[in-house]
């Protein structure tokens, strides 16, 4: 490939009539998703950024050394001769193709039903193992939303869901007595403000110590709640001295205004039960992190690079991503 001339193609561009621009811009998007991977990469290893120190001895004396294989830049290190990248010490230090990763990450957060692991495989020219350990790893990169996220009217409502149990079958029933069911219910919190953000955290039970362990800490201080008829609510409310709005069954008594309802959780429990018909009640120990997955494709102020993100800032796996 000849080098690129930045006023050649200006003076190309401007030769271009508007529909020509347009489809311009269609090939141009679609190159940059290609290379989104590599950017965020490139950022982290630039200066000041969390990988521009060595890895090995932290110095800051460094000097250009090529490009890796899927394009991006690599580092040389002055004092020791270390040689990294920004993907280094990161979940994708071994990853072949990050560009596929990027590719499901996107469709993680951005597609209305994500691809079954099959479907992924066969779509990103990969193995299904690939697929799900790949995606085991974005969803684990995920952590809880910080402090005081939930502002302004908040709205929240506990939801119990199957328990995966897989590879595990019913017992034999006995003489007298039922059959063991092969699922058991765990319980989540959902919780939601009006301004799009989301939290989905999974709970021991619904009783207060519970529920106050994961809701008090992502609400901010100044917040109303709103939430069904569940006396553990009132009681965190009134011990923390939070204004608090009970609505029995959905219906709200005569001094309860016209704005502080719970249809905003509400949906968002049935949006969740949506998303997760397609997994057959994952693993217990996945139910958390697959809360937090449905949170951030329901939340307003995060994209598919925002995962991206924080998937490289996560520290690497022994089950690395390969």
Known sequence: MSHFDPAEFSRMLARLTPQELRQVEGIVAEARKRAEAVLEIDARAEAGGPASSCPRCGGDERIRWGRTRTGAQRWNCSGCGATWSGRSDTPLARVHRPDLVVALARDMIEAPQPMSCRR??????????????????????????????????????????????????????????????????????????????????????????????????????????CTDGLATYARIARD???????????????????????????????????????????????????????????????????????????????????
């Open 240 to 322: 923390e001295r939070i204004p608090h709005f009970a609505l029995n069954a959905g219906r709200r008594s005569k001094r309860t205004p016209r704005s502080h309802h719970i249809n905003t959780v509400n949906a968002l429990i049935g949006r969740f039960r949506t998303f997760m018909k397609p997994f057959c009640s994952p693993s217990a120990k996945n139910l958390a992190a697959y809360g937090r997955w449905h949170a951030a494709r329901d939340n307003d102020q995060r994209d598919y690079l925002d995962v991206l993100r924080l998937l490289l800032a996560s520290g690497p796996r022994a089950n690395t991503v390969c």
């Open 120 to 225: 992924g495989a066969e779509v990103l020219d990969t193995s299904r193992h690939s697929i799900w350990r790949w995606r085991m790893t974005i969803i684990g990169a995920l952590a809880p939303e910080p402090d005081g996220t939930l502002a302004g009217i908040v709205e929240a409502d506990e939801a119990r869901e199957p328990k995966g149990v897989a590879g595990v079958g019913p017992a034999p029933a006995r003489s007298g007595q039922r059959p063991r069911a092969a699922a058991l219910a765990l319980a989540r919190l959902p919780a939601t403000d009006r301004g799009g953000h989301r939290v989905f955290e999974a709970i021991t039970d619904a009783g207060q110590r519970a529920i106050s362990g994961a809701l008090l800490p992502v609400m901010a201080r100044d917040a109303v709640l």
